[in-house]
Structures are given as structure tokens and as C-alpha cells.
């Protein structure tokens, strides 16, 4: 079984700052990689930032130059520093993992959720 377990949401003010981090667990054999995707109320599920093997990373085009994912490959977790916060940002962000476990195929696995609220 793999896990992904996310912390870091909260409430914050428009142009504040939040820290989301998120940690791979269980019968991992290699993580190809991980990121960051957000669902809004009423809204589809949309790329944040994904950070894949050889550090290439891809962000959404309303979090760039706002936000920055980074990984820590030797422990599993990634991380996404989130600044110049505004309302729009607004939403409940997933941890995703393109992970191969010990025993079958690369699947994409997903955390639970952490709310992340914008608002004066």
C-alpha cells in the first residue's frame, strides 16, 4: 500500500504565504513524480505544480512566478511554497504521486486533501 498524506492548509489573508508539504509512504519502489492539484467549488480538478524525475517541473499558468514546488527524492515528500496568496487560490489541494509500488504497475495515487482558504 502507498500513502500520500498532505498538512500544511489553512487560512490566510490575500498576499500572505502558506507552505503545503505532502509524504510518499508505504511499498515504494521509485516515485517518478510529484505535485501539487487543486479543485475549487464548482470548478474541475486543475494542475498546481508536478516536480517529475530530473527535476523538471511544470506549473499552471496562474501560479507561476507565485509558487514553487520543490522535492526531497531520498524521503519522498514534496513541498510548494505558495506566496502573493490571493482568493482565487481558494480551494482543496491534492497531493499526487506517479508512483511504482513494490509490487505492480506506475498508478497515480492521491491524498486526501488540504484546504487551502485565501480571504480577508
Known amino acids: 500500500q502507498v500513502q500520500l498524506v498532505e498538512s500544511g492548509g489553512g487560512l490566510v489573508q490575500p498576499g500572505g504565504s502558506l507552505r503545503l508539504s505532502c509524504a510518499a509512504s508505504g511499498s515504494i519502489q521509485n516515485v517518478y513524480a510529484m505535485g501539487w492539484y487543486r479543485q475549487a467549488p464548482g470548478k474541475q480538478r486543475e494542475l498546481v505544480a508536478t516536480?517529475?524525475?530530473?527535476?523538471?517541473?511544470t506549473y499552471g499558468d496562474s501560479v507561476k512566478g507565485r509558487f514553487t514546488i520543490s522535492r526531497d527524492n531520498a524521503k519522498n515528500t514534496v513541498s510548494m511554497q505558495m506566496n502573493s496568496l490571493k482568493p482565487e487560490d481558494t480551494a482543496v489541494y491534492y497531493c499526487?504521486?506517479?508512483?511504482?509500488?513494490?509490487?505492480?504497475?506506475?498508478?497515480?495515487?492521491w491524498g486526501q486533501g488540504t484546504q487551502v482558504t485565501v480571504s480577508s
Open positions: 499526487n504521486g506517479q508512483i511504482r509500488p513494490l509490487h505492480g504497475s506506475i498508478y497515480d495515487y
Open positions: 516536480l517529475h524525475s530530473g527535476d523538471i517541473t
